[in-house]
């Protein structure tokens, strides 16, 4: 079965440092990887996406993220953390059906708060 | 609409009521996903609505909740004789039919059960 581990529930930084966010998976067959965000009161927003092709993905609001095969990591980064990016932020990996493909159901992290300190 | 419209955004209900949390799905989104978040939780999966497909109920977590979709659009969550411990937001969500395309969110009914 799949799963999404997000190493740290809280994360602080100041404004300006490099922002890092751990996400390791488990899946059966080449996963579809995902990173959400969700802002106080607001639902679900994708930040980027991995299916296939280029390993290292960029996303909106200066986001990236690279998929480690060996390593079965998604970690999510952003080189210079602003104020607005203070949020929580989910991983997410499609489930699979059959056994083989991927489908639109995700799998979520327990999520990353990640706050940013002026 | 523009995006996936939920209603209501909040939702008080007295323990053993029933609710009915309603899903306006993206015009032309064939898939459509019902998700709960609670403190302690995260997201969890519950239901899963694919085209004419029977639907993916593998997360709904008694038979107090079932769901449906009519006419391939809206979809209703219904929850019934409601406990304290389904306090939480449901989140929907829809997307075109491919695995690999974006979700796209709700901004979710706030339930309190008291």
């Known amino acids: 079965a799949q799963s999404v581990t997000q190493l740290g529930s809280h994360v602080s930084v100041s404004e300006g440092a490099l922002v890092l966010l751990r996400c390791n998976y488990s899946s059966s067959v080449p996963p579809y990887l995902f990173w959400y965000v969700q802002y106080p009161n607001q639902g679900l927003q994708l930040l980027l996406k991995y299916t296939t092709g280029a390993t290292l993905v960029k996303g909106i609001n200066g986001f990236e993220a690279e998929f480690k095969k060996s390593e079965t990591s998604f970690h999510l980064t952003k080189p210079s953390a602003h104020m607005s990016d203070a949020a929580e932020y989910f991983c997410?990996?499609?489930?699979?059906?059959?056994?083989?493909?991927?489908?639109?159901?995700?799998?979520f992290g327990q999520g990353t708060t990640l706050q940013v300190k002026p | 609409g523009a995006g996936v419209s939920q209603s209501p955004s909040n939702k008080v209900t007295e323990k053993g009521k029933d609710v009915e949390l309603r899903c306006d799905p993206i015009?032309?989104?064939?898939?459509l996903y019902w998700y709960r978040q609670s403190l302690g939780q995260g997201l969890e999966f519950l239901i899963y609505f694919q085209g004419n497909s029977a639907p993916d109920k593998s997360g709904l977590p008694s038979d107090r909740f079932s769901a449906e979709r009519t006419g391939g659009s809206v979809s209703t969550l219904t929850i019934q004789r409601t406990q304290q411990e389904d306090s939480a937001v449901y989140l929907c969500a829809s997307s075109l039919a491919d695995a690999n395309t974006e979700a796209f969110f709700g901004q979710g009914t706030r339930l309190t059960v008291v």
């Open positions: 015009s032309g989104h064939t898939a």
């Open positions: 997410a990996v499609s489930a699979i059906r059959g056994g083989s493909s991927n489908t639109g159901k995700l799998i």
